[in-house]
């Protein structure tokens, strides 16, 4: 029987060593630590929010959060699709809130309206911001519950994790993927998000109407036919929003 040959020591494979081993575990937990996570939360919302208070006097109705913008480093407004009434219906019970400055009613969208709400800051917008991470739009809330969309590296979401737990401890961690983010409706082109908000500035949307589409065709140098599709198209995305927005909560 022919014995098989055995390599010379200085060719066979070297097990790494120990600090070898110390630095690739190192660098799988670096690496772990910059994966990107979309991770999607279930959060019983803070009292103190006029969107915790409103939701869970009227759990049947329902919310979208579209947008977020700053008025002053403690003051954001936010457009919010608001289920069962016609435009201007909720304006004085938003009001009453403290968080809330001002309110304005825009449109009649499907079963609901939009809404411009102005309200002191939450505390989750500092986190965001000290973060350096942007908030996921649209934010769908009913019954005083929130449906939250964190994207965020991996350290970062834990301490997102953790702020949301100090709200609320029986947080419900629905999903944790690394896949690409998944497009929200409402999907808005750039051109149509600038006539969106260009006709909200000009008064468009307001209740009463503050200009008539012929006038806001001339101010956005559109024919009326082409601006009127436009709208028609870009209330058909909010509405397609609104009512894939109740999947979850049913």
């Known amino acids: 029987m022919t014995r098989r040959k055995l390599p ?21 937990e670096t690496r772990a630590a910059e994966r990107l996570l979309i991770a999607t939360l279930n959060i019983h919302m803070p009292k103190g929010l ?8 009227h759990p049947k109705e329902r919310l979208e959060a579209l947008n ?13 699709w608001i289920s069962g009434a016609p435009p201007g219906v909720w304006s004085r019970e938003i009001q009453e809130y403290a968080d809330v400055l001002k309110v304005d009613a825009l449109a009649e969208v499907g ?16 986190l965001y911001r000290e973060l350096g991470v942007p908030l996921q739009f649209p934010l769908h809330i ?4 929130i449906r939250w969309e964190v994207v965020a590296r991996n350290a ?28 929200h409706l409402p999907i808005l ?9 260009r006709a909200m500035a000009e008064g468009y949307f307001a209740v009463p109407r503050g200009i008539t ?38």
């Open 8 to 28: 010379p020591v200085s060719s066979r494979p070297r097990r790494p060593g120990t600090a070898e081993l110390a630095s690739l575990r190192a660098a799988d």
């Open 50 to 57: 006029w969107t915790t208070g409103f939701s869970t006097a």
């Open 68 to 80: 977020r913008n700053d008025v002053d480093p403690n003051v954001s407004v936010s457009d919010y």
């Open 111 to 126: 079963d609901g309206s939009l809404y411009r709400v102005t309200y002191r800051n939450p505390p989750v917008v500092y």
């Open 142 to 145: 009913q019954a005083g519950q």
């Open 156 to 183: 970062t979401f834990e301490r997102i994790l953790e702020y949301v737990r100090s709200v609320d401890p029986k947080v419900q961690v629905v999903s944790i993927r690394r896949r690409p983010l998944r497009t």
């Open 189 to 197: 082109s750039d051109s149509q998000r600038e006539l969106l908000h």
């Open 213 to 250: 589409l012929t006038e806001l065709a001339k101010r956005v140098n559109r024919s009326k036919s082409s601006v009127s599709e436009a709208v028609a198209l870009i209330e058909k995305k909010l509405l397609e929003s609104a009512i894939q927005s109740t999947a979850w909560m049913r």
